[in-house]
T-cell receptor
Framework: DAGITQSPRHKVTETGTPVTLRCHQT?????MYWYRQDPGHGLRLIHY???????DKGEVSDGYSVSRSKTEDFLLTLESATSSQTSVYFC?????????????FGPGTRLTVT | SQQGEEDPQALSIQEGENATMNCSYK?????LQWYRQNSGRGLVHLIL?????REKHSGRLRVTLDTSKKSSSLLITASRAADTASYFC??????????FGGGTRLMVKP
C-alpha cells in the first residue's frame, strides 16, 4: 500500500446521493486505475487514466465518472449512487518505466449504499 | 467477463504442505501475473511470467505457463499460516490493462 492512499476508507451513503472517492499517489506513476471488487466477480476495471486529463472506460463504467487534474490524484464519482454500487473500490497505479505493467494497489474503500 | 478463472475457488491445507492453484484464460496474452490479497487489504503483486516463458520461480513460489492450453499454475511450497490469503491471476493483453480472475481462497492451518 506504500505510496497510494484512498479516502475515505469507509463510507455509507443513501441511494441517489453523489459520492466521490479519492486516490492519491506519491510515486509519480503515469497510469491509475479504479476497480470494484464483489464476491464472485474478482476485480473489475471501472475506469483508468494514462495521464493528466486522459481517461478511458473499463469493463463496468456505467454510472461512474472519473477525473484526473493532477498526476497524483484520480477521483471516482458516482453521480447518483445505487445499491448495486455497494462494493469495495480499489485504486491501482502502474508505470511502463517501472516494468511490464505490474500494478500496485491502494488499501481500498468500502462503500455501502443504503 | 473474466479473462482468468482460478481453480479451485477455495483450498484448505496444513502448514508445511504445498498449495497449487490453477488459472485458465481465454485469449492470447502478453504476460500473466499472480497477486495475493490478505483479508481487508489491497492486492500485492507476487510474480509475473511472460508469454514466452514456461516456468518462473520466486522464493517458495513457482509459476508455470502453458500458452497452448491457455493455463497457468501457482505452486506455493512448504506453506505457512501467513500464506492464508486470496490469490488472483491477472492477464495482460494490451500492455496497460489487467483482467483478473475470481480468485482462490487459501487457508493454511497451523
Amino acid at each position: 500500500d506504500a505510496g497510494i492512499t484512498q479516502s475515505p476508507r469507509h463510507k455509507v451513503t443513501e441511494t441517489g446521493t453523489p459520492v466521490t472517492l479519492r486516490c492519491h499517489q506519491t510515486e509519480n506513476h503515469r497510469y491509475m486505475y479504479w476497480y470494484r471488487q464483489d464476491p464472485g466477480h474478482g476485480l473489475r476495471l471501472i475506469h483508468y487514466s494514462y495521464g493528466v486529463k486522459d481517461t478511458d472506460k473499463g469493463e463496468v463504467s456505467d454510472g461512474y465518472s472519473v477525473s484526473r487534474s493532477k498526476t497524483e490524484d484520480f477521483l471516482l464519482t458516482l453521480e447518483s449512487a445505487t445499491s448495486s454500487q455497494t462494493s469495495v473500490y480499489f485504486c491501482a497505479i502502474s508505470d511502463p518505466k517501472q516494468g511490464p505493467w505490474e500494478q500496485y494497489f491502494g488499501p481500498g474503500t468500502r462503500l455501502t449504499v443504503t | 467477463s473474466q479473462q482468468g478463472e482460478e481453480d479451485p475457488q477455495a483450498l484448505s491445507i496444513q502448514e508445511g504442505e504445498n498449495a497449487t492453484m490453477n488459472c485458465s484464460y481465454k485469449t492470447s496474452i502478453n504476460n500473466l501475473q499472480w497477486y495475493r490479497q490478505n483479508s481487508g487489504r489491497g492486492l500485492v503483486h507476487l510474480i509475473l511470467i511472460r508469454s514466452n516463458e514456461r516456468e518462473k520461480h520466486s522464493g517458495r513460489l513457482r509459476v508455470t505457463l502453458d500458452t497452448s492450453k491457455k493455463s497457468s499454475s501457482l505452486l506455493i511450497t512448504a506453506s505457512r499460516a501467513a500464506d492464508t490469503a486470496s490469490y488472483f491471476c491477472a492477464t495482460d493483453r494490451a500492455g496497460n490493462m489487467l483482467t483478473f480472475g475470481g480468485g482462490t481462497r487459501l487457508m493454511v492451518k497451523p
